[in-house]
């Protein structure tokens, strides 16, 4: 298992409460997870989603999350 802190931005926030903080929140996941998995465990569409960072670097869906990782999950924006 792997511990990671996870932080949902603007309308993803809806989809875990504490995502939401300026913490964050620790989520547990088994070995293997991808970043798309992890989607898939907080119940997040992924067509609501438009990024992820992890440890501040751009990851692709099939990014193999490792413990300790800090993930960013943003949604699609649009403004003018």
């Known amino acids: 298992m792997n511990k990671v802190q996870v932080y949902l931005y603007a ?7 504490g995502a939401g903080s ?6 547990e996941v088994p ?3 991808a970043i798309s998995d992890l989607y898939r465990l907080l ?3 992924e067509d609501q989603v438009k990024q992820a960072f992890v440890n501040g670097r751009h990851k692709d869906p099939d ?11 943003f949604p699609p924006i649009a403004g003018g």
Do not use: K, S, W
Request: aromatic share 6%; proline share 3%.
């Open 63 to 73: 990014y193999l999350l490792r413990d300790g990782d800090r993930v960013g999950v």
């Open 11 to 17: 309308t993803l926030r809806q989809f875990h409460a």
């Open 43 to 45: 119940g997040i569409p």
């Open 31 to 33: 070995d293997g997870t």
């Open 22 to 27: 300026v913490n964050g929140t620790e989520i």
